[in-house]
């Protein structure tokens, strides 16, 4: 039987934490539902595994990273309460426990399998806190890790008027993990599906990885599937080193290319093209979902999954889900898997016994019967006397105990040498020292970025435990932001000072995409690192550059006409047929703008449908008739009647109008005439 097994329901932790009821087990602890008798509030008390437990450098950095992760306060941060480790006296082996805030409802991957795709909206809407809080633990300088739909939980909240809160759990729990010497070839920390290509390939967790795995998750939110799968996990994370995340869009036709370019942007495998931390991302989404024009949306609380094993009665419980910072044997792409198991009631009788090593609440000793006589004078004065002894003993004893407690070492703590240290170590050390850091990050030419340039106080110096220590950690040289095509002068300039570098314009060009006065070029380019003051120089717009006049093509054909303008550098279109008394059919009538004119870059041209009138005198009716009609003309043969005897036995004709070498319009009716006629 293990420390983790439900006979531990009714167990008192360190006398304040009374064990209620196992909510899930996972492969790394399992989460119980409790009560915090000091001040009777409902928690979930995760219990780590024993072959954990007992290892001295993972306890003491899973307290560390316990107290990192009750530093985050954010209305979308599982808040943790406290931590502990309960071991019967004199033993070193007991149970390290975390209380966590309990949630009432269920997770996002609860929620996914009962919607399946979820709505554009309603994907931003999630994902929007899940950002906001990993955006507040890189602030503190954390790194979550294990970002996945079973860490992201929905639940009812009195603050939330529509729908339920967002919440994300288990911060920081990986690294502890990671340094409990628990790793091999065969186990990846994480879970496969979400991990970012340098988590596979060096272990390395940064902010930017949190990004990947955020991407991921927004991904599988909109397409109800990850973006790769496989029949082991190893093929999963060859595939995460190995190739693009592909467009939602390829899913899920329909998706906004706004929001395709987000999700690639996040997921890009070279982690320096993605956002530099979960702010950075937010900020973008918000943008695109203000370009798409989308509200937020109240967020559904899902239902328990089928198969849960827990009673009608106890599906109205709350619920949080299974542990998620276990590691993964490579065994699959989603990682092992907890279900939520009901755990029987004990029945009505004595209260069952704690296990082995665990401290419960004694019961009162039973009171003792009166004796049946008095003792002697003699005797009581030696009870009194001993009694006295005893108390002056007793006192001593605390004394001398206060004594060593005041005498057993400083009660302050010593700022540790942080300069040079990456900020998550620097971290690390002030943790260690009892003191809480708090970041500000600045450029800088030669320190490297997220390494620690300088702390206040310096270090060696004494303060309270729990004081506060500002720590400036570099941001590296500045980088050239990214500034489009079109940019106003003004926005442009100011996100180049944002970056301390230098405005400078370059001689102005024409351009045919950027109106005037808007930014043309940018040089050096977009995301080269800079000295700080360094120089970037902004090419503005002068507008179209202006061209020649139209030249004159009227009379031209129309292929004449096209190969004219466009050696002129001009872009000629059809402009259609119109009729003209002086221009032949197929030649061009005009064009627009006019010639001569100043021009614009597209020119329109128009030709000529004008029929010019063959000459039909002197031939039969019949055959007269026949040419204008294949010229797209009509016979008028008047009182004629054919032409058939008129004239004097000349049945041709004599007259014709409109004249032969007229341009009339298509469908004119010509009028034939023969000798009397």
């Known amino acids: 039987m293990t420390r983790t097994h439900p006979s531990l329901v009714g167990t008192l932790l360190e006398h304040r934490y009374r064990v209620d009821k196992l909510l899930a087990r996972g492969g790394m602890s399992s989460v119980y539902r409790g009560l915090d008798t000091r001040l009777d509030r409902q928690v979930a008390i995760k219990i780590m595994d024993p072959r954990f437990a007992d290892d001295r450098s993972f306890v003491e950095r899973f307290v560390r990273e316990a107290r990192s992760a009750a530093q985050l306060h954010h209305p979308n941060v599982v808040a943790v309460h406290d931590q502990g480790f309960d071991a019967p006296a004199g033993e070193d082996s007991g149970l390290a426990f975390l209380v966590m805030e309990l949630v009432d409802g269920g997770t996002l991957r609860d929620l996914m399998a009962e919607q399946g795709p979820l709505e554009v909206a309603l994907a931003l809407s999630i994902a929007e806190p899940v950002l906001s809080a990993l955006a507040a633990a890189h602030a503190a300088g954390l790194v979550h890790r294990d970002v996945k739909p079973e860490n992201v939980l929905i639940g009812r909240s009195s603050t939330v008027l529509t729908g339920g809160v967002v919440k994300v759990g288990d911060f920081g729990l990986v690294r502890a993990v990671a340094s409990a010497g628990t790793t091999s070839s065969s186990v990846i920390l994480g879970t496969v599906a979400y991990l970012s290509p340098e988590q596979v390939t060096t272990g390395a967790t940064t902010a930017r990885g949190d990004v990947y795995s955020a991407g991921i998750l927004l991904y599988e939110m909109l397409t109800a599937q990850a973006p790769y799968t ?41 982690a320096e093209l993605r956002p530099a931390d979960a702010g950075v991302f937010l900020a973008e989404l918000q943008a695109v979902r203000a370009e798409l024009g989308l509200a937020l949306v109240g967020v559904p609380i899902p239902p328990p999954p089928d198969g849960d094993g827990l009673s009608d009665a106890e599906r109205t419980l709350p619920r949080i889900p299974a542990v998620t910072e276990q590691t993964m044997p490579v065994s699959g792409p989603r990682g092992t898997r907890a279900l939520t198991r009901a755990v029987p009631v004990p029945p009505p009788g004595p209260p069952m016994s704690p296990p082995t090593g665990q401290q419960a609440v004694p019961p009162p000793p039973p009171r003792r019967p009166a004796p049946a006589a008095e003792k002697k004078p003699r005797d009581r004065r030696k009870l009194i006397a001993l009694v006295a002894l005893g108390v002056l003993v007793l006192g001593g004893l605390i004394g001398a105990y206060a004594f060593i407690l005041s005498d057993s070492g400083p009660n302050t703590s010593t700022v540790p040498k942080l300069v040079g240290l990456s900020q998550a170590s620097a971290g690390d050390a002030l943790r260690a020292a009892k003191l809480t850091p708090q970041y500000s990050q600045e450029f800088s030419n030669t320190v490297p970025a997220n390494t620690v340039i300088k702390a206040d106080p310096a270090a060696g110096t004494a303060l309270e435990p729990n004081a506060t220590v500002s720590v400036v950690v570099s941001k590296g040289k500045p980088v050239v932001p990214d500034i489009r095509v079109g940019s106003p002068l003004a926005d442009a300039t100011k996100a180049i000072q944002d970056q301390q570098l230098t405005v400078t314009q370059g001689t102005p060009a024409f351009s045919d995409t950027a109106p005037e006065g808007t930014v043309v070029s940018v040089s050096p380019a977009a995301g080269t690192p800079v000295d700080i003051g360094g120089q970037v120089t902004l090419v503005l717009s002068k507008g179209p550059e202006p061209l020649p006049p139209v030249p004159d093509v009227t009379g031209r054909s129309k292929d004449e006409a096209f190969g004219i303008l466009q050696q002129a550098g001009f872009q000629p279109q059809d402009g259609g047929e119109e009729f003209s008394q002086t221009v032949p059919a197929g030649s061009v009538t005009r064009t627009d703008p006019a010639a001569n004119s100043p021009g614009s870059k597209v020119v329109k041209v128009f030709v000529s449908n004008a029929v010019q009138v063959p000459d039909v005198r002197f031939k039969p009716f019949d055959q007269a008739e026949q040419i204008l009609k294949d010229a797209g003309l009509q016979a008028d043969k008047g009182g004629n009647g054919g032409g058939h005897g008129h004239g004097g036995g000349f049945d041709f004709v004599f007259q014709q109008d409109p004249q032969p070498g007229s341009l009339v319009p298509k469908g004119t009716k010509v009028k034939i005439r023969g000798f009397g006629g």
């Open 230 to 270: 496989g029949d082991t996990a190893l093929s999963v994370a060859y595939r995460h080193v190995n190739d693009d995340v592909p467009r939602p869009s390829d899913l899920r036709p329909g998706l906004p290319p706004a929001l395709d370019e987000l999700i690639l942007r996040a997921t890009r495998r070279d």
